[in-house]
């Protein structure tokens, strides 16, 4: 699978802790910064950067790392198609996937340590979109208000 990850200035250090360690576990990781701990990375740029690459089929999901995990989230979330959520413990992590379609998991660096974020990203990542008829249901409702937003 390939996974888009980004980070800004908050998340860099647990950026470089992951992306390494989802490699050695045989997922290709696309890296799209931040490549240093610069205060003038801003979390945005690297939503954007991930979640464009999941809209283009260059990743099938995608991890945001900030400080806290709730800016990433909510500038991810800003993309029609893109469902990212803030998960610092594993049961929000494969739910998320499971129930809601989640495509972008968000980390704190400054909330969570390492080895937890290892254990979140590896049940992210393995879980799968049940297909459940309520869950198809609910999600085509999520898609309803973006098509309806995107109208103006």
């Not at 576990?25 to 690459?53: I, M, N, Q, R, T």
């Not at 393995?126 to 309806?148: C, I, N, P, T, Y």
């Amino acid at each position: 699978m390939k996974v888009a990850i980004g980070a800004d200035h908050g998340g860099f250090a647990l950026k470089n802790i992951v992306a390494p360690f989802l490699e050695s576990k045989g997922f290709e990781v696309l890296d799209f910064g931040a490549y240093g701990p610069e205060a003038s990375d801003d979390y945005p740029d690297f939503s954007k950067a991930v979640a464009e690459a999941i809209l283009q089929g260059k990743a099938e999901r995608g991890i945001l790392v900030c400080g806290s995990g709730v800016g990433a989230s909510v500038a991810a979330n800003k993309f029609p198609g893109i469902r990212s959520a803030v998960c610092h413990d594993t049961y929000s992590a494969h739910q998320g996937v499971e129930d809601d379609d989640m495509n972008v998991l968000s980390l704190g660096e400054r909330v969570i340590g390492p080895e937890l974020a290892k254990e979140i990203v590896l049940r992210f990542l393995s879980a799968r979109f049940s297909g459940a008829e309520r869950h198809v249901r609910r999600l085509e409702k999520v898609k309803d208000m973006e098509r309806d937003f995107s109208k103006g």
